[in-house]
């Protein structure tokens, strides 16, 4: 079952959360580094449009690819640490071990692409007087925007490290497939998401249509995006959307208000809580594995196998096993 977590407590979830803001309020997206279980650090991305409902901008994509791309530059195609540092990050933290995306805004994880934006292409802004110039400007436009959005998530979906998502409120379109892009879901038992494309004459464009299939299977991915309907937290966790569902339950009406603050705060501590419990692993095992659940063959895990078994930590924790404590791990 998952955790029931109640609102008359805020005091220690808040205590556990404080300590994961480290930047500016005015950034588009807030950066955390905590350390984890062993060595290295887990890395808190919180997208903070609260005006736009966290609605993908160029701006917010721009910084969004920026942090995706650091962290990819520090693993090589076959998970080995590249040791490129990351700016404005201690050399003491290490390397990244684990991401963790989620909002900084209580109302809405992502309300997807920003259509506002999309609309407010001009003449002026072109230098165009054509309107069939204006038009075919405005479709080079949204073509860059949705190629970048691709190579964004794609890199994402594809980082060599454990990825985690904690949606405690909306998910929708674009927000929905940026989540789909991470490894692990964590959803509180309040949030909705939904793909709702086809009722704005579209289909998902950032992955939505496949990588959704790939989680849930071809039938309940066609329901999904042929009907474009919400979805509860407790039907997604039923479907397999959600890897992790927190049970937000206000104990009485007055505590009915604050269950948005409160459910961000337990859904990104409970995100937290998981990717420690993964970084308690060996840094090189935990990529290895998942390079091997990935390809699914045996093939690719003898290959995994071979590069763990002769590394340092595997001798590390041999060693612990035999004393009776735990090993300290170094990912090499």
């Known amino acids: 079952m998952p955790p029931r977590i109640s609102l008359s407590s805020p005091r220690a979830t808040a205590t556990s959360i404080r300590r994961l803001y480290s930047t500016e309020t005015e950034s588009l997206i807030r950066v955390t580094n905590i350390p984890s279980a062993s060595s290295g650090h887990i890395r808190v991305l919180e997208l903070n449009r609260p005006k736009a409902r966290n609605a993908i901008s160029k701006a917010l994509l721009t910084a969004l690819r920026a942090q995706v791309d650091d962290v990819h530059a520090q693993y090589g195609p076959n998970g080995e640490e590249t040791g490129v540092a990351s700016p404005g990050v201690s050399a003491n933290l290490g390397p990244t071990r684990a991401l963790v995306l989620a909002s900084a805004v209580d109302a809405c994880f992502c309300a997807g692409a920003d259509l506002k934006e999309r609309r407010g292409f001009t003449q002026e802004e072109f230098g165009l007087v054509s309107p069939r110039k204006l038009t075919i400007a405005h479709l080079y436009r949204t073509a860059a925007f949705l190629a970048n959005l691709r190579g964004t998530f794609t890199t994402l979906s594809n980082l060599q490290i454990p990825t985690i998502s904690a949606i405690s409120s909306l998910a929708l379109g674009g927000g929905l497939e940026l989540a789909l892009s991470t490894h692990f879901r964590v959803l509180s038992s309040n949030a909705t998401i939904g793909l709702p494309e086809t009722r704005l004459g579209i289909i998902p ?32 966790y039923f479907m397999g959307i959600a890897d992790r569902l927190v049970e937000v339950v206000p104990q009485d009406e007055r505590d009915a208000s604050d269950i948005l603050p409160a459910a961000r705060k337990t859904t990104l501590a409970e995100a937290v809580r998981l990717a420690q419990e993964i970084c308690e692993g060996g840094p090189v095992a935990i990529r290895a594995g998942l390079q091997a659940v990935a390809w699914a063959r045996q093939e690719k895990e003898n290959e995994m196998y071979e590069r763990v078994v002769a590394t340092e930590d595997r001798n590390e924790a041999l060693k612990a096993f035999q004393e009776k404590r735990k090993p300290v791990f170094k990912g090499r």
Do not use: F, K, M
């Open 205 to 236: 464009g950032a992955g939505g249509t496949h990588r959704l299939p790939a989680i849930i299977g071809l039938s309940r991915a066609r329901d999904l995006i042929l009907t474009g309907r919400r979805v509860a937290a407790p039907e997604a």
